[in-house]
């Protein structure tokens, strides 16, 4: 009777143990896990994917008469497929730049506001399709990296 108490006593420690056991290591995963969801989750970014075009002189019209204005420009492009179409399409997007330039006056252009809608000007119209089977270049941003006026 006493070897039966002794064995039953030892089987009793051992399923406490056991369920002691599995109750540690089941709660601390679990404390680990909540607190590995309460680090912020940082999202992945891409890189930016910019096209920098030679920089351009243009004659306009000033109050002094014709004025030069020196620039360079910088696109920020949604896609790698836009930065391959508009370097295939190089000649016609400096073509458009061009033309667009020269619509402006000086003192239109000497404005901060001038300046801006002149962005927005070129990218609409280097938004525009270069092919009719091509799709449009994805432009998110023109940027002036030189602005002179003389």
């Known amino acids: 009777m006493r070897i039966l108490n002794t ?18 290591f089941n709660t601390s995963g679990r404390q680990a896990a909540s607190a590995q969801a309460l680090e912020p989750v940082k999202p992945v970014v891409a890189a930016p994917i910019f096209l ?35 370097v295939q399409y190089m000649p016609e997007v400096r073509n458009r730049v061009l033309a667009e330039l020269a619509q402006h006056t000086a003192s239109e252009l000497q404005t901060t506001e001038g300046r801006n809608l002149l962005a927005a000007r070129l990218k609409k119209v280097l938004s525009a399709s270069f092919h009719p089977h091509l799709n449009n270049p994805g432009i998110s941003s023109v940027l002036f990296t030189a602005f002179v006026i003389q």
């Open 7 to 24: 064995i039953l006593l030892v089987l009793i420690l051992i399923v406490a143990g056991g369920a002691a056991a599995f109750y540690y």
């Open 52 to 86: 920098a075009l030679d920089p351009f002189t243009v004659t306009i019209p000033g109050d002094r008469g014709s004025q030069i204005l020196y620039t360079e420009i910088t696109l920020r492009l949604n896609e790698l497929d836009s930065h391959t179409t508009l």
